[in-house]
């Protein structure tokens, strides 16, 4: 549906008081309907991308296309997308009725038929009651509906999306979160959204890229971006929980690392896979085994270690808890609440850990 | 913004002191022009029945709103475009415009003169076009005199308008015209009125350049300003301070209807 081949952008004078800032060779293909995130850290690039997706940004070198249409040159209003920028800019001289009505007015449609489209997208998005105010007496909520009514009105292939909803209070994005879903999924459209919340992508993605520094890092769906980040810029990212180096030797169809402080632990090792020396492992908090007293039934090569609890903070639906283990690597653990509840875990208590070789995740940079 | 508590009313009252002292001194002034003349009788229907000062009257109405029309049309694109594009020399183009503001007006009428005497000068004239000793001069000098004036106050008001909204209308089907003009004219209304009022206001006061470069004929180049320059020059003062009163009020009438009709509350 969208294809960015080879996409490259210098903005800014390199020499200038800014400096300057690059999209470094793009490539990107997002399917028919899909929901897709751009996930990257302030600054990252993310907005250049998408208003160059729009056709905001005359791209310098480079590739797009939209629904089988080169549309690298063609003009923002013959790509056929719609565009939520942040904050939403709703047009603040016109009503609610007056900005959802813009798009259909300048392409010449009849006024019966954009008044009665009109009202479907008040009446859809619920803001029909809202028609004859000005954008400046609305919530940030209702500025958000309204915007989406105005950029689906003219029915576009693409809906992008840059941050949607980092202007509202945390109860209503995760309402609005699941709205869009189901707004992209009802409609049909495949929607490009920008974001830089790691709990934002996860409530509505079907895959995501991970950008920054101008840069797409790793294109995947959530949860392999979760589970097996490319390196480790992008577990930082990801909030991996426990990111540590470690000195990988191979051994067989396993490898062997050891951690500062001499801990051992086993990991898969891929077919063709050349990874030795110093590498990056990656362990997520919540697949780490936790228990006080020795495990009795553990998968083969499953890495067993001992420690003591430093600190247990309960942060509502889980637990962390940090662990520091005999030779001194401190490891974090995350359990559900129930989990938490029938280990009755406290600071100072000896404790074991378990971690399986499928959970440790090895990364060369 | 609602006024409570102690440090509240304070605070405004020290505020507004300010604008009393202002708008109070103002009127001091005004006061001593109106009881000057009121000592003078007869001088008030000697200058509503003067010919002379009908026809500079209507001479400065007319120039003034010439000026505003030209000015703006001038004003509303270099606004826009020094808002929004940036190019090699921005800053040097953005302070060349400011020059006006700064430059003692009758400078403005001096260089005028001494531009028709140049080559390119004389060849504008050639064509028939004529501005020295004309009535179109004082339409030129007013538009050089008071334009920055729009320029300054119409950029300031583009800067405020996100461009991100004409974005968005670009993808909703406008060329890059049509977001200008259905996106940032409408939203910057009120700076353009706001910018009008500025030139037609300073266009409506200028009389040193005028002085210079389409002298002072009566019935001809003579606009209200001239009028009172002349006056006092011969000693009618009472005159002089009628028509300075009957500017005043000219004044006060346009710029009120223009704030109320362009400038209501949405």
Request: charged share 20%.
């Amino acid at each position: 549906m969208i294809r960015v081949e080879n996409l490259n952008l210098v903005v800014g004078d390199p020499a200038g008081k800014g400096g300057s800032f690059a999209l470094q060779n793009i490539s990107l293909h997002v399917k028919p309907e899909e929901y897709f995130v751009l996930l990257g850290p302030t600054g990252s690039g993310k907005t250049l991308l998408l208003e160059s997706l729009c056709g905001l940004n005359r791209i310098d070198s480079g590739q797009i296309v939209i629904d089988g249409v080169d549309v690298t040159l063609a003009e923002p209003r013959r790509r056929g997308i719609g565009y939520l920028p942040q904050d939403y800019a709703l047009f603040a001289h016109k009503t609610v009725r007056g900005n959802i009505a813009f798009g259909l007015n300048s392409r010449s449609m009849a006024r019966e038929i954009i008044r009665q489209r009109v009202v479907l997208l008040m009446d859809q998005f619920g803001v029909a009651h809202l028609a004859d105010r000005y954008p400046q007496k609305l919530s940030g909520g209702e500025q958000q509906r309204v915007a989406l009514a105005r950029a689906l009105a003219v029915e576009p292939k693409v809906l992008l999306l840059d941050e949607p909803v980092s202007a509202l209070d945390e109860q209503t994005r995760d309402g609005i979160c699941r709205q869009l879903r189901h707004l992209q999924q009802s409609t049909r459209t495949t929607a490009i959204h920008i974001c830089h919340s790691f709990t934002e992508m996860l409530a509505v993605a079907d895959r995501v890229g991970i950008i920054d520094q101008g840069q797409i890092l790793q294109v995947a769906t959530p949860q392999e971006v979760l589970h097996r980040p490319r390196n480790a810029r992008i577990a930082r990212f990801v909030q991996a929980g426990n990111l540590f180096t470690a000195d990988a030797r191979a051994d067989g169809s396993w490898l062997r690392l050891t951690f500062a402080g001499g801990i051992g632990l086993s990991a898969r090792r891929e077919p063709g896979d050349r990874l030795e020396g110093e590498v990056f492992v990656m362990i997520r908090p919540e697949s780490v085994r936790l228990g006080a007293k020795i495990f009795e039934h553990l998968e083969p090569e499953t890495s067993l270690l001992e420690g003591t609890v430093d600190t247990v903070a309960d942060l509502g639906p889980l637990v962390r808890i940090d662990v520091v283990c005999d030779g001194g690597a401190a490891l974090v653990v995350s359990l559900g609440s129930k989990e938490y509840n029938d280990q009755s875990v406290r600071p100072g208590d000896r404790i074991y850990l378990a971690i399986a070789p499928q959970d440790v995740h090895v990364m060369s940079e | 913004m609602p006024v409570s508590g102690t440090h509240g009313v304070l605070f405004a009252a020290s505020m507004l002191a300010f604008v009393v002292l202002f708008v109070g001194g103002l009127l001091a002034i005004f006061a001593a022009d109106l009881r000057y003349i009121y000592g003078e009788p007869g001088v008030i229907a000697k200058v509503i029945r003067s010919p002379e000062i009908h026809a500079a009257l209507w001479l400065s109405l007319w120039t003034s709103t010439v000026t505003v029309v030209l000015g703006l049309i001038f004003a509303i694109p270099m606004g826009y475009g020094l808002s929004r594009y940036r190019f090699p020399g921005h800053a040097l183009v953005d302070s060349i415009v400011d020059l006006p503001i700064i430059l003692p007006p009758l400078v403005v009428g001096l260089s005028l003169l001494v531009f028709f005497q140049t080559d390119f000068g004389k060849l504008i004239e050639a064509t028939g076009l004529k501005f020295v000793f004309e009535r179109k001069g004082i339409v030129l000098c007013q538009l050089l005199v008071s334009t920055s004036f729009g320029i300054r106050a119409i950029k300031l008001t583009f800067d405020g308008i996100d461009p991100r909204m004409e974005n968005v209308a670009m993808t909703l089907g406008c060329t890059r015209a049509g977001a200008f003009f259905r996106v940032a004219l409408p939203l910057a209304y009120r700076g353009i009125i706001v910018g009008g009022i500025l030139i037609w206001t300073r266009a409506f006061g200028i009389f040193g350049p005028l002085m210079v470069f389409v002298g002072a004929v009566r019935m001809r180049t003579e606009v209200l300003p001239t009028t009172v320059y002349l006056e006092q020059s011969v000693g009618r003062i009472d005159v002089a301070l009628a028509v300075a009163i009957l500017m005043l009020l000219l004044a006060t009438v346009a710029l009120v209807a223009v704030r109320m009709l362009g400038l209501g509350q949405r």
